[in-house]
């Protein structure tokens, strides 16, 4: 946008690169926190995790609807998977058909148009290496990014189901639970220190992924607004990318 965007005479063109540019920044922002949060939180994540298995139920699990759990994870986690997948295809294919199209339409002149509005140290317009070479390095960075949101949305899903298996299965024993029965008030004791216990490890996950929570918030929100500005401006293209 510096190079090419800011000397746009057109105030809508002017804008809409503008905001597409912002947009970018914002999305990369996002992808650096996810980078930045797994990479710092390793040693915390891998010692929650390990209290997770300790704790998983083993015993009465009458009580602990772990399939249904289970099932529910693995179904949002394949269409957090395919839904990244498609816009990653589509975000990185689209330089591509466009310039197959333009191709095989004399009418139209080849742009060699990147994802996105980027400065590269070597020649892109009207060298095919050179475009080539762009569009191969923003769609290895964009997928080391897609990687670690991939990464980072399954571990708040796994995280999140492994706690309300536990809180569903101590509310089922409770239920369950005879007051009447001798040795009850042990089983409640037991209930009451694991859950206070489940309580510790859930402060836990929103320490760890507070930062996360933050960052995507306030990035995509930024984004989000970002791209509405292109919307209104009929800059379509921009705005679906």
Not at 165 to 173: A, E, F, M, T
Not at 184 to 210: F, P, T, Y
Request: glycine letters at 6%; aromatic letters at 14%.
């Amino acid at each position: 946008w510096y190079c090419n965007g800011r000397l746009a005479t057109e105030t809508g063109t002017f804008v809409a690169q503008l905001s597409e540019m912002c947009s970018s920044f914002c999305l990369t922002f996002v992808g650096f926190c996810n980078v930045y949060a797994i990479s710092t939180n390793r040693n915390q994540i891998e010692t929650l995790l390990e209290e997770l298995h300790q704790i998983y139920p083993r015993y009465r699990k009458n009580h602990y609807r772990c399939q249904h759990y289970f099932d529910m994870a693995m179904t949002i986690m394949r269409i957090e998977f395919l839904f990244y997948m498609t816009l990653y295809v589509y975000y990185n294919g689209a330089p591509l058909w466009v310039l197959i199209w333009e191709h095989l339409h004399e009418e139209y002149d080849l742009s060699f148009k990147t994802q996105t509005n980027t400065w590269f140290p070597w020649k892109v317009h009207g060298s095919a290496l050179g475009f080539g070479l762009a569009v191969l390095s923003i769609a290895v960075g964009s997928f080391v990014g897609v990687g670690f949101s991939i990464v980072t949305q399954n571990l708040i899903c796994l995280l999140t189901f492994q706690l309300k298996l536990h809180y569903d299965g101590i509310s089922s024993q409770l239920v369950s639970l005879d007051c009447c029965r001798p040795g009850a008030h042990k089983e409640l004791s037991i209930l009451i220190a694991h859950h206070s216990r489940i309580l510790q490890l859930g402060d836990q996950v929103n320490d760890i992924m507070n930062f996360v929570f933050g960052s995507s918030l306030v990035g995509a929100t930024i984004a989000i607004c970002m791209s509405s500005v292109s919307i209104m401006l009929l800059d379509l293209a921009s705005a679906f990318k």
